[in-house]
């Protein structure tokens, strides 16, 4: 992936307003992200435990999580990488953009916990054991498959059916 600027960032913001978009938490760290290893940059807000954001390049997501109370202790594969890490899985909801969104439509999916698909895939971070199904399928054909599950996600955002 590309490397990503905070301004970037903040004006590919397709499910929230540019104030919002102003205002949101961006790391800081974002020169010390592993760009070649990400396919998608995803990150919680600090100040929010459950707000979370998702960017690739131009388009950016805000994504609400669960409360703590309220996700089981099990664990379950994620959406986007197909892996069950040992941190967990939370579901991710997004409003959908513009007047969709603000009726309350939104759209939900499950990912890592710590946005971590692109390491688990590339073994970078190890999700633990037991947490990837073995595969014959090459590292390419599975980033892939996390880009093609991962634009749907953002597609369902990004539609506007009225």
């Known amino acids: 992936m590309t490397p990503l600027t ?5 004006r590919a913001f397709v499910n929230c307003s540019k104030g919002e978009a102003a205002r949101l938490h961006v790391p800081r760290d974002l020169a010390a992200q592993p760009w070649a290893d990400l396919d998608y940059l995803g ?3 600090p100040r929010a435990p459950g707000r979370a954001y998702v960017a690739v390049p131009g388009t950016s997501v805000v994504l609400r999580s669960p409360s703590a109370g309220a996700t089981r202790m099990r664990r379950s594969m994620c959406s986007m ?6 941190g967990g899985v939370s579901l991710m909801v997004a ?5 969709a969104g603000k009726r309350g439509d939104s759209v939900g999916a499950y990912f890592c916990t710590d946005f971590g ?5 590339r073994g970078k971070r190890d999700a633990g054991p037991g947490a990837r199904l073995p ?5 390419e054909e599975k980033t892939a498959r ?8 953002l597609q369902q955002i990004v539609r506007n059916p009225g």
């Open 117 to 121: 698909c692109s390491l688990y895939l």
């Open 6 to 10: 905070e301004t970037e960032i903040r």
């Open 95 to 99: 409003p959908r953009a513009g007047r």
């Open 81 to 86: 990488c197909t892996v069950t890490p040992i």
């Open 146 to 153: 996390l880009t093609a599950h991962l634009d749907a996600f």
């Open 43 to 45: 990150w919680r807000d």
């Open 135 to 139: 595969e014959t399928i090459t590292l």
